[in-house]
């Protein structure tokens, strides 16, 4: 059985701080993908990344898969009260039938002003 | 709409009751997910139809959760004889296609379910 591993599980921070949450496995995933929920909302696709060592930039915040695409992170430089919300990674494999992403547990995030 | 729509958006049960969930996908999306969400933790996998295949039911708990897809579009997950445990936000979600990197799954905002 895949398992992600997600850390922190609760982050409290001020505004302007920097922040990097880590998502782990010991299984490699042809992909992994960062979501932000809000409350009362499903999850929504911030970014996908596919290839070992890559890295994504969105506004103020850097995506990175691990070489061995077990393992990514996600960094918010200068957070922002709208950065409030719980993130969610998800690994995926392609091809055959299965077609579920296995989610992490999520990281709560929240930024005060 | 042009977004995945689940109804009802909260249901309240009791104990042994049987509880239908609905979901309509997104107009031409082929693939439409299960998910179960316990409160403030990830999503847990359910079922997944993709096309006319057989669904992947892999994810399901136990036997008393089922769903069917009719006409490749509309989805309905029952739980029948409801626990406690069994309560939950249950997230529906479409992609145009199987999973792939370029094939993004959109999300409802999710029935809650509240069995008493």
């Known amino acids: 059985t895949q398992l992600l591993e997600q850390s922190p599980q609760f982050l409290s921070i001020q505004e302007g701080e920097n922040l990097t949450v880590y998502c782990n496995s010991s299984s490699v995933f042809s992909s992994l993908q960062w979501y932000r929920q809000e409350p009362g909302e499903g999850p929504v696709l911030l970014v996908t990344?596919?290839?070992?060592?890559e890295v994504k930039k969105l506004k103020r915040l850097t995506f990175q898969f691990g070489d061995a695409r077990k393992d990514s992170s996600l960094h918010i430089t200068a957070a922002q009260t709208g950065d409030t919300g719980l993130y969610l990674c998800?690994?995926?494999?392609?091809?055959?039938?299965?077609?579920?992403?296995?989610f992490g547990k999520g990281t709560k995030l929240s930024v005060k002003p | 709409g042009a977004g995945v729509s689940q109804s009802p958006s909260n249901k309240v049960t009791e104990k042994g009751k049987d509880v239908e969930l609905r979901c309509d996908p997104i107009s031409g999306h082929t693939a439409l997910y299960w998910y179960r969400q316990s409160l403030g933790q990830g999503l847990e996998f359910l079922i997944y139809f993709q096309g006319n295949s057989a669904p992947d039911k892999s994810g399901l708990p136990s036997d008393r959760f089922s769903a069917e897809r009719t006409g490749g579009s509309v989805s309905t997950l029952t739980i029948q004889r409801t626990q406690q445990e069994d309560s939950a936000v249950y997230l529906c979600?479409?992609?145009?296609?199987?999973?792939?990197?370029?094939?993004?799954?959109?999300f409802g905002p999710g029935t809650r379910l509240t069995v008493l």
């Open positions: 990344v596919v290839t070992g060592g």
């Open positions: 979600a479409s992609s145009f296609g199987r999973l792939s990197s370029y094939n993004e799954q959109f």
């Open positions: 998800a690994g995926a494999n392609y091809g055959g039938s299965q077609g579920n992403l296995i």
